[in-house]
């Protein structure tokens, strides 16, 4: 297959998250729940102020005809709903539940037989959330046509420097994974399923074939690499670099019949399956410098940055840190730590840097790097000069749409311009002034 020359960055060669087993963060005894996930409207909830919840109980439901259910993490009793501000720095509403130490639990109801209709509303009933697009499973897969894909793509790892949960959630809970895949495969009309992983974890594609053939998954398979590059996983480099197919604003995924789940989607969707588990918990890598215990969690719905700090311990509390929710080249920097994590919170890196604190920014000095840099071949600088200019023709003519927000054009900046928070303004612009499509 010939390898598009997309540009990017190896990450450091071993991840500090990486090859650690999975672990589920110990019960706390508040849990602020958030009905608004970045790339959600907010959910309505479904409970009052005294009610008695187990975990499992929906607490929230869509407000409208896209949403998503919103389950209990824990039983205990609903203490107060009221506005906080959430993740991405809006004020959402939250549900705060008291954890009552009776561990009792509400499943769903089993799902009978497995037809694709079945499966969809299964995925919507579980309040399951592509960690890829960061939408409802369920929409992805219904209002649209499920039927339209034929490829299925698998990624069971990662090229975020970051973020290992992908390829620690194949590790250790391969047969939810593999079956989870199968259950994506019977909604959609894909043949064969391709698993991705980068160049990095040839011995875990190994286990995994091993697996599946031991194991006799009735079922077709293949296994791709990419390079171990980032972003290379993003969702638009992937289906160039598997798939050969381009995607852009005129040709959607769904027009190219491809999908892509991730490890964690599918270990969800087999869990609601299989198990009658509605999603309550997010895996989360935490890394950074300051960070004693590093490793990939399981972390309940609505334990907060400071919760997660708490358990895993930090080296040395008297250093000033920053807090990121993602990875150190993309990710929000996060000023209050007493927020809930999300549904689609990957990872988060508590590190020494007081440099983030540094704001400052400084004259672009024409240096070239962030164009150098930039996977889809942008020219970020003069994104940036035609947002500042407010000339959104430029902007446009430009492809600011075609960023895929990777970061790595700030990163690379030695003026710390602020440019992917800008194309990401200016993106946004356009889209307004194509009236929201
Ligand atoms: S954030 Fe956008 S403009 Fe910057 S390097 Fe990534 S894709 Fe290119
Ligand atoms: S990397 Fe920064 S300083 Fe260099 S050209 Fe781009 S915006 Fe200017």
């Known amino acids: 297959m010939k390898l598009v020359s997309f540009r990017g960055i190896y990450p450091k060669k071993k991840k500090d998250t990486a090859g650690i087993e999975l ?18 409207p907010e959910s ?6 005294g009610d008695e919840v187990k975990q499992g109980t929906l607490i929230a439901k869509p407000a409208g005809k896209v949403g998503l259910n919103l389950f209990s993490p824990v039983s205990g009793k609903v203490l107060n709903i009221f506005e906080k501000m959430n993740s991405t720095g809006e004020q959402s509403k939250h549900i705060l539940i008291m954890n009552d130490n009776k561990n009792e639990v509400q499943d769903l109801p089993d799902i009978g037989s497995i037809s694709d209709v079945v499966l969809i509303e299964r995925l919507k009933d579980a309040g399951i959330i592509d960690t890829i697009s960061g939408m409802p499973s369920y929409l992805k897969y219904s209002y649209i046509g499920a039927r339209s894909y034929k490829t299925l793509l698998v990624l069971l790892d990662s090229t975020d420097p970051n973020n290992t949960v992908n390829q620690t959630i194949t590790e250790c809970k391969m047969e939810e994974v593999v079956n989870g895949a199968r259950y994506f495969m019977n909604i959609t009309s894909a043949t064969t399923i391709t698993f991705v992983f980068t160049e990095a974890n040839y011995k875990l594609a190994t286990k995994l074939k091993k697996h599946i053939e031991e194991n006799k998954k009735n079922y077709d398979f293949r296994v791709k690499f990419i390079p171990n ?14 798939c050969g197919k381009k995607i852009n604003e005129k040709t959607s995924f769904l027009d190219a019949g491809i999908t892509i789940e991730s490890a964690e989607s599918c270990y969800n969707f087999c869990r609601a399956v299989e198990f ?8 989360i890598s935490v890394d950074g410098n300051n960070v004693s215990r590093k490793g990939n969690y399981i ?22 840190s920053a807090l990121i929710d993602g990875n150190e080249l993309s990710g929000i920097a996060q000023f209050n730590r007493d927020i809930s994590i999300s549904l689609l919170t990957d990872s988060i890196v508590f590190n020494k840097y007081p440099a983030y604190y540094d704001q400052k920014e400084y004259p672009c000095i024409s240096c070239g790097k962030c164009a150098k840099v930039c996977p889809v071949f942008l020219n970020p600088k003069r994104i ?7 000339e959104f023709d430029s902007v446009e003519k430009l492809k600011a749409n075609s960023c895929i927000e990777c970061g790595l054009c700030s990163y690379v ?25």
């Not at 672990?23 to 959600?40: C, G, H």
């Not at 972390?299 to 000033?320: A, H, K, R, T």
Request: with cysteine.
């Open 44 to 49: 309505e909830p479904c409970v009052k102020v």
């Open 229 to 242: 590059k980032y972003p290379f996983d993003n969702p638009y480099i992937l289906a160039n670099l598997v």
């Open 299 to 320: 972390v309940q719905n609505g334990v907060s940055y400071d919760n997660i700090l708490n358990f895993v311990g930090i080296e040395n509390p008297n250093d000033n």
């Open 384 to 390: 940036e000069a035609a947002y500042l200019d407010e």
């Open 276 to 283: 009658n588990k509605p999603l309550i918990a997010k895996i």
């Open 413 to 437: 900046c030695p003026a710390k311009r602020f440019l992917t928070q800008r194309i990401s303004a200016a993106k946004e612009y356009l889209k307004i002034k194509k009236g929201g499509k």
């Open 23 to 40: 672990a589920q963060m110990r019960p706390i005894e508040f849990y602020n729940v958030s009905l608004k996930l970045p790339t959600v």
